[in-house]
Nanobody, 123 residues
Framework: VQLQASGGGLVQAGDSLRLFCAAS????????VGWFRQAPGKEREFVAA????????NFADSVKGRFTISRDNAQNTVYLQMNSLKPEDTAVYYC?????????????????WGQGTLVTVSS
């Protein structure tokens, strides 16, 4: 499956942004899709994940209550809605998919990765 992440941009603190992860080649059925981010000089970290079958979700503590993740079966797309953005959310955001049944935080469980989309939050 090929993944295409989009929707990044430059926003101010407190603003909202919606990221998109579209799949091609195969549908997302039976996959779990996750979002990860990598800030300059830091390791790639988990942000959120959703299972395609049941819609179970998992969020990093740093984004709980601010970010939501959802999926659209018809569009074969996963969305990451980011609200109340903070400067520390600035990073390149990546979507990834894995044939796993739970929304794991471990990036090693995700076999397929899209290119990143840059999110910059100014103070």
């Amino acid at each position: 499956v090929q993944l295409q992440a989009s929707g990044g941009g430059l926003v101010q603190a407190g603003d909202s942004l919606r990221l998109f992860c579209a799949a091609s080649g195969r549908t997302f059925s039976s996959y779990t899709v996750g979002w990860f981010r990598q800030a300059p000089g830091k390791e790639r970290e988990f942000v959120a994940a959703i299972t395609w079958s049941s819609g179970s979700t998992n969020f990093a503590d740093s984004v709980k209550g601010r970010f939501t993740i959802s999926r659209d079966n018809a569009q074969n797309t996963v969305y990451l809605q980011m609200n109340s953005l903070k400067p520390e959310d600035t990073a390149v955001y990546y979507c990834a998919a894995g044939t796993i049944r739970l929304p794991f935080r471990d990036k090693g469980r995700y076999a397929y990765w899209g290119q990143g989309t840059l999110v910059t939050v100014s103070s």
